[in-house]
């Protein structure tokens, strides 16, 4: 079993639709969480970033941990096409937000005009 | 800040060469990080350095793989004897650690090396 499970999609939605993308994760030491953007053939990008559980906001994001059920979400609002691209879950624990990431697969998402 | 500098973004080899991939950090970062990217997968952790000192390195990196970062700036990921299976994207990023253990320094990614092995 990984230690991080992201379905890999793709998903499809219209554009203004609300996505949701979704991680679950086995190590409880997980403590840094993060989503990145990855557009193809490019490096990935960071969205938004988490400590601990809770929720944060940023624009059209919203990223929302569960520690208790180790399960993580990225919610866009309003989606737009150019909101198309790879979607990475990444974490990690002991030592800090900068120790090595643990990834998902990521999910493909594309938004339909 | 010119964000996380790698070359050559694409390299096409033939099996059994050498190859060497440079990254350059974001200058004020003390930590640097090399991972591998396959289709459909995930980054994979390959290894990291804190300043020049390479602190940890992953199962995946097989003895045909050599980083260093002598240094403290830039670093290298040389691949020798290359092998079909070693074509994936190799992706340098670089943080600024400091002492706080929650003070919410991340990991930035430059746009990757791209390695097909023929």
């Known amino acids: 079993q990984k230690e991080v499970e992201q379905d890999p999609g793709p998903l499809s939605v219209p554009e203004g639709a609300i996505v949701s993308l979704n991680c679950t994760y086995s190590?409880?030491?997980?403590?840094?969480f993060m989503w990145y953007r990855q557009y193809s053939r490019k490096g990935p990008e960071l969205l938004m970033y988490?400590?601990?559980?809770g929720n944060k906001e940023d624009g059209r994001f919203t990223a929302q941990v569960d520690k208790s059920s180790k399960y993580i979400s990225l919610f866009i609002r309003d989606s737009q096409p150019s909101d198309s691209a790879t979607y990475l879950c990444?974490?990690?624990?002991?030592?800090?937000?900068?120790?090595?990431?643990?990834f998902g697969t990521g999910t493909l998402l594309a938004v339909q005009p | 800040d010119t964000g996380v500098s790698q070359d050559p973004r694409h390299k096409i080899t033939k099996r059994g060469q050498n190859v060497t991939f440079r990254c350059d950090p974001i200058?004020?970062?003390?930590?640097l990080y090399w991972y591998r990217q396959t289709l459909g997968q995930g980054p994979e952790f390959l290894t990291y350095?804190?300043?020049?000192?390479?602190?940890?390195k992953s199962r995946l990196l097989s003895d045909r793989f050599s980083a260093e970062r002598p240094k403290g700036s830039f670093s290298t990921l040389e691949i020798q004897r290359t092998e079909q299976g070693d074509s994936a994207m190799y992706l340098c990023?670089?943080?600024?650690?400091?002492?706080?253990?929650?003070?919410?320094?991340?990991?930035?990614f430059g746009e990757g090396s791209w390695l097909t092995v023929v």
């Open positions: 990023a670089s943080s600024l650690v400091l002492r706080r253990e929650n003070s919410g320094n991340t990991i930035y």
């Open positions: 190590n409880s030491a997980f403590q840094y």
């Open positions: 988490t400590y601990s559980s």
């Open positions: 990444a974490m990690s624990g002991y030592g800090g937000a900068t120790n090595k990431l643990i």
């Open positions: 200058s004020e970062h003390n930590r």
């Open positions: 350095f804190q300043n020049e000192a390479q602190l940890e």
